[in-house]
């Protein structure tokens, strides 16, 4: 799958990380349709990069549906968009959980149900889910985010392997402590200390990556941050202990606090 000439729509566009994937796309060629709250900064970013710009706030109900009418056909879908849902989840609400669920994985799910059979119709075309190390080894004051960011990795494999043969691909491009955007760039949170970062260009250049060289799962984080969360997914409770170790629970209690407003 090319990027270039392939209409992709491009879900969360107005955050950070958003803002580079639109960029990395266009610059290869994609036509971009993007969707996003912010209807200013959406508009400003759809001029930029040569887009189109729907608006949508994929928490509200009938939303994901709306999207893909306006969205028209769509040989790539990104899906980008993601609530930080950090905290304890005592101190959500019902509300709040509800929502989280629903932007960082139902719409994810339904959009790919949506689009999915036009694509293995035409025997060509490919998804990229946007999910985080956090799908891989959980952390304290991230159980929702955990949850969501876990069930979208398995969605991906899984579907994945029902569309093998079909000509349609499916990846997981999974960031790691990611800089100047993002959950810690917006909260002003630092990485536990030694911890290295990643940029918002890294993430975009793993997408075009996923989705030319259809790759399964992309990992877009420093070599130790990899091998940390490969031996944290098999050794949860080790992983645990070293986290506390390097005061991460501290730094996620910081992040959550910070974060309360965006849920």
Request: glycine share 12%; charged share 20%.
């Given at each position: 799958?090319?990027?270039?000439?392939?209409?992709?729509?491009?879900?969360?566009?107005?955050?950070?990380?958003?803002?580079?994937?639109?960029?990395?796309?266009?610059?290869?060629?994609?036509?971009?349709?993007?969707?996003?709250?912010?209807?200013?900064?959406?508009?400003?970013?759809?001029?930029?990069?040569?887009?189109?710009?729907?608006?949508?706030?994929?928490?509200?109900?009938?939303?994901?549906?709306?999207?893909?009418?306006?969205?028209?056909?769509?040989?790539?879908?990104?899906?980008?968009?993601?609530?930080?849902?950090?905290?304890?989840?005592?101190?959500?609400?019902?509300?709040?959980?509800?929502?989280?669920?629903?932007?960082?994985?139902?719409?994810?799910?339904?959009?790919?149900?949506?689009?999915?059979?036009?694509?293995?119709?035409?025997?060509?075309?490919?998804?990229?889910?946007?999910?985080?190390?956090?799908?891989?080894?959980?952390?304290?004051?991230?159980s929702l985010y955990?949850?969501?960011?876990?069930?979208?990795?398995?969605?991906?494999?899984g579907l994945r392997?029902?569309?093998?043969?079909?000509?349609?691909?499916?990846?997981?491009?999974?960031?790691?402590?990611?800089?100047?955007?993002?959950?810690?760039?917006?909260?002003?949170?630092?990485?536990?200390?030694?911890?290295?970062?990643?940029?918002?260009?890294?993430?975009a250049a793993a997408?075009?990556?996923?989705?030319?060289?259809?790759?399964?799962?992309?990992?877009?984080?420093?070599?130790?941050?990899?091998?940390?969360?490969?031996?944290?997914?098999?050794?949860?409770?080790?992983?645990?202990?070293?986290?506390?170790?390097?005061?991460?629970?501290?730094?996620?209690?910081?992040?959550?606090?910070?974060?309360?407003?965006?849920?």
């Amino acid at each position: 799958m090319r990027v270039s000439g392939s209409t992709v729509l491009l879900t969360g566009a107005t955050g950070g990380i958003g803002h580079s994937i639109a960029r990395a796309l266009a610059g290869r060629g994609a036509k971009v349709v993007l969707t996003g709250r912010k209807v200013a900064d959406l508009e400003r970013l759809a001029d930029e990069v040569g887009g189109r710009a729907v608006a949508a706030d994929l928490a509200e109900p009938g939303a994901v549906g709306r999207l893909l009418d306006e969205a028209g056909a769509v040989d790539v879908l990104v899906a980008n968009a993601a609530l930080p849902a950090s905290g304890a989840l005592v101190d959500f609400t019902a509300e709040q959980v509800k929502r989280a669920l629903a932007v960082n994985l139902e719409a994810p799910i339904a959009l790919a149900h949506g689009l999915v059979p036009s694509m293995v119709a035409a025997g060509r075309g490919h998804v990229v889910l946007i999910g985080s190390l956090a799908g891989k080894v959980a952390s304290a004051h991230a159980s929702l985010y955990n949850a969501t960011k876990f069930g979208l990795r398995g969605f991906a494999l899984g579907l994945r392997e029902d569309l093998r043969g079909s000509g349609v691909g499916v990846s997981v491009v999974q960031p790691g402590f990611v800089r100047d955007a993002g959950m810690f760039a917006d909260t002003g949170a630092k990485p536990p200390a030694g911890m290295r970062t990643v940029s918002p260009e890294q993430v975009a250049a793993a997408v075009v990556r996923a989705v030319e060289e259809d790759r399964a799962e992309v990992n877009v984080a420093p070599v130790e941050l990899r091998a940390a969360s490969l031996l944290g997914g098999a050794f949860p409770a080790f992983s645990a202990g070293l986290q506390r170790r390097m005061s991460n629970d501290e730094v996620m209690r910081r992040m959550s606090t910070a974060n309360r407003g965006k849920r």
